[in-house]
């Protein structure tokens, strides 16, 4: 089956420690996608990249960092200076940037 | 900001009628997506259309896109429970490849 799939569902955190979600497609796709949804809100842009080794910031990139070493992956690290970051974090993958994006089931981290 | 803006931003209708979800943006445009999300799930990609197209056809969904009143719409016609969801518009400015997602419809259909 071809999909993008994350990890974990659910997860939850102590404030001030790092966490990593992850994001794995095997569509093929150049592009993926980090995004970030609060309650009843849109999704806002934390990070994206259009090749492997190159990835560039969204409008909310503060207190986040990512890594895009292979094709396949685009793990996201929220790190202890994002200030809210309890959220439910999405990822997405395109053919190319102007295409449509196909979605993973999402994260939904809690900070405790 | 140059989010898609949905309007309105809760509907109610009763299956088999019609849900009309509108959607205006700020800047020119490369395409125009509609997405649909169920409570707690990613989003699925509804339906596509280009800056040169008017109107595009998917099953019960029909979108219009107006480049000159930077304005777009949803039909859905007949509609069932299950398209009870959050549906959002996202404009993609020039190509640029960044999707504006706006806060989204969401569309309450009661069997």
């Known amino acids: 089956d071809g999909g993008i799939t994350q990890s974990p569902k659910y997860l939850f955190r102590k404030e001030g420690q790092n966490v990593t979600l992850s994001c794995e497609q095997n569509l093929n796709h150049d592009a993926m996608y980090w995004y970030r949804q609060d309650p009843g809100q849109g999704l806002r842009l934390i990070y994206y990249?259009?090749?492997?080794?190159?990835?560039q910031k969204g409008d909310i990139a503060e207190g986040y960092s990512v890594s895009r070493e292979k094709k396949e992956s685009f793990p996201l690290t929220v790190t202890s200076a994002q200030k809210n970051p309890t959220a439910f974090y999405l990822c997405?993958?395109?053919?190319?940037?102007?295409?449509?994006?196909?979605f993973g089931p999402g994260t939904r981290l809690t900070v405790l | 900001s140059q989010q898609g803006e949905e309007d309105p931003q809760a509907l109610s209708i009763q299956e088999g009628e019609n849900a009309t979800m509108n959607c205006s943006y700020k800047t020119s445009i490369n395409n125009l997506q509609w997405y649909r999300q169920n409570s707690g799930r990613g989003l699925v990609h509804l339906i596509l259309?280009?800056?040169?197209?008017r109107e595009k056809h998917s099953g019960r969904l029909r979108v219009t896109l107006d480049t000159s009143k930077k304005s777009s719409s949803l039909l859905i016609t007949a509609s069932r429970a299950a398209d009870t969801a959050s549906y959002f518009c996202a404009p993609l400015p020039g190509n640029t490849g960044k999707l504006i997602f706006g806060q989204g419809t969401t569309l309450q259909v009661k069997p």
């Open positions: 990249s259009q090749i492997v080794n190159d990835f």
């Open positions: 259309i280009r800056s040169n197209e």
């Open positions: 997405a993958s395109s053919m190319m940037g102007n295409n449509e994006q196909f």
